[in-house]
C-alpha cells in the first residue's frame, strides 16, 4: 500500500489511516471486516469534504461536555478504534480521568489480547496513567447474546456516560436502552449508531479525537442546546451539498 | 465474517459478495486496498437502495449494444472483479466473442499468476471458450508508468471498445486519451472513472453483469441517444433521493 509520508500530500490524512490499519491488522487486531467498514467511512467522509463541519464541531464540543460532567465516563473501544486513534483515546481517557474498555463485536482471545498488548504499550510510551479494561469481563450488556454482550462491572456496565466511537448498531442500542447517555463518532450519519445515540458526531473519528483534545473545557456548551436531529440534518446537507459542487466540477 | 446462506435474508447479496472477497484474499488474487475499496463501493450502494436504478439499466443496454457492435472488444478485469463477478465476466466474454484481459495496478507476478489460475479454473468449469490474455504483456497503455501500463498487443492495446468495472480514474482517463470506447461500471457517480468513462454503468457489478446477460440483443438502443451527464447526474439523484426517505425512516 502506499504511504505519504509527506503531510502536504493531499492523501496524506487518508493514507496514514490506511498505514495505521495495516500494521493493526498485520498484529491480529481487527475483524475480517475491518477493511470493509473502512472503507465505507472513507466513502462518506469523501462525501463531508473530508473536513470536520461546523455541525461536527459543535457536537464534539457537547461530547466532550458530557464526558467531562459525568459521574462514571467510560470510552469503549474496537479494533478499527485503537488501530486509528489509540493514542488519541488514551489521551482522552487519561485528560477525562475515566477508564477505557476494549469491547468488540467479535471477540475472540486472540484479538482482546492483541488490542490489551497494544493498548498498555501505547499507554507506556505516552508515559499517561490510564485503566485499560476488558481482559476481565464479568457482566453482560442486556438485550445482546454471546461474547458481544461480555462487559466489565467497573467499567461499561456502571458507566452513565459512554464514547462508542464506530459502534454497531445493536449495540448502541442495547447501551442507549440501559439508560445511558451514549455518544457516538461516525461517519454515515444514516446509521443505526448515528440515529439512536444521545449526541452523534458525524466526523472522522482521529480529526474528532484532536479537536476534542484541544477544546477549551471553559467555554463548552450546556448540554440542554444539543439537538439531535439537526446535527444530523446537517451532516446530511453537507454531503448533499458537497454531491453538487463535486458534479459541477466535472463540467469544467 | 458471516455467512447468509439463505437466499431470502436482506443481506443475502451483500454477505455473498464479501464472501466471495474472502476466498479470493486467501487466494492471493486481491491488493492490499481491495477490501476498503469494496467497502466505499457498499457505502454508496446502500444509498441506491441495493438496487439497478432506471438511469443505470438503461446505460447497461447502451454498454452492450457498444460491446457488441465493437470490431475488438475487450473486457479488463482485476482482483475484485475476478473475485466478485469472474464467472459472469467470462459468460460475457464468451457470449460476445471476446478476450478477457487481466489488468490490475499493483501488478506482482504472484497477484497475476492467482488470477489466471483462477480465471482459467472458472472457464473449464463453466466449460466456456474465452482467450485469457494478460500472461504476456507486449505493449503500454502510453501515459501510464511502471507495470500498470504493461497490456496485451492484441488485447487492450488494439481494442476499439472496453469494458472496465471497478478501474482506476488514471487508466481509464489513458484509455479514453487512446480514443477507445470506454464503459465503466462504478458505484460512485461521481469518481473519475465514472466521469471520464464514455459509458458509466453506476451500479453493482454482479448485479449488472446478471443484468446484461439477461438482455435481449433486438431491443437494445442506439448509442447515439447515451447521455452522460444525464446518466451521473440521475445516478446523483437517486442518493440524495434515498438519503431524504432513509432519514425520514428515523422520524417514525
Redesign the interface.
Known amino acids: 500500500?502506499e504511504h505519504a509520508a509527506d503531510p502536504s500530500h493531499p492523501r496524506y490524512r487518508s493514507l496514514l489511516m490506511?498505514h495505521r490499519l495495516?500494521i493493526a491488522a498485520k498484529k491480529g487486531m481487527l475483524a475480517?471486516?475491518a477493511?470493509?467498514?473502512?472503507?465505507?467511512?472513507?466513502?462518506?467522509d469523501?462525501l463531508l469534504g473530508e473536513t470536520t463541519i461546523p455541525s461536527a464541531d459543535l457536537a464534539t464540543r457537547f461530547a466532550l461536555r458530557a464526558l467531562m460532567k459525568a459521574e462514571h465516563p467510560v470510552l469503549s473501544v474496537n479494533g478499527n478504534v485503537v488501530a486509528l486513534a489509540g493514542d488519541e483515546m488514551l489521551k482522552l481517557a487519561d485528560w477525562i480521568g475515566c477508564p477505557i474498555e476494549v469491547n468488540i463485536f467479535y471477540r475472540t482471545p486472540e484479538r482482546m489480547e492483541a488490542l490489551l498488548t497494544d493498548l498498555n504499550e501505547r499507554k507506556k510510551r505516552l508515559g499517561l496513567h490510564v485503566d485499560i479494561l476488558g481482559a476481565s469481563p464479568d457482566a453482560t450488556i442486556p438485550g445482546l447474546k454471546g461474547p458481544r454482550a461480555k462487559c466489565e462491572s467497573k467499567g461499561i456496565l456502571r458507566a452513565d456516560t459512554i464514547l462508542v466511537p464506530l459502534e454497531d448498531g445493536d449495540r448502541c442500542e442495547a447501551l442507549v436502552a440501559m439508560g445511558k447517555t451514549v455518544i457516538v463518532i461516525d461517519l454515515?450519519?444514516?446509521s443505526r449508531s448515528s440515529?439512536r445515540g444521545s449526541i452523534t458526531i458525524v466526523d472522522e473519528l482521529s480529526r474528532c479525537l484532536e479537536n476534542m483534545l484541544a477544546m477549551e473545557t471553559e467555554t463548552l456548551p450546556s448540554l440542554d442546546s444539543y439537538e439531535h436531529?439537526k446535527t444530523?440534518?446537517d451532516a446530511?446537507n453537507a454531503?448533499?451539498d458537497g454531491?453538487k459542487n463535486?458534479?459541477s466540477e466535472?463540467?469544467e
Open positions: 500500500m490506511r495495516e475480517d471486516s477493511m470493509i467498514a473502512h472503507g465505507r467511512g472513507e466513502a462518506y469523501y454515515n450519519p444514516l440515529r436531529d444530523l440534518q446530511l454531503i448533499v454531491m463535486k458534479f466535472t463540467k
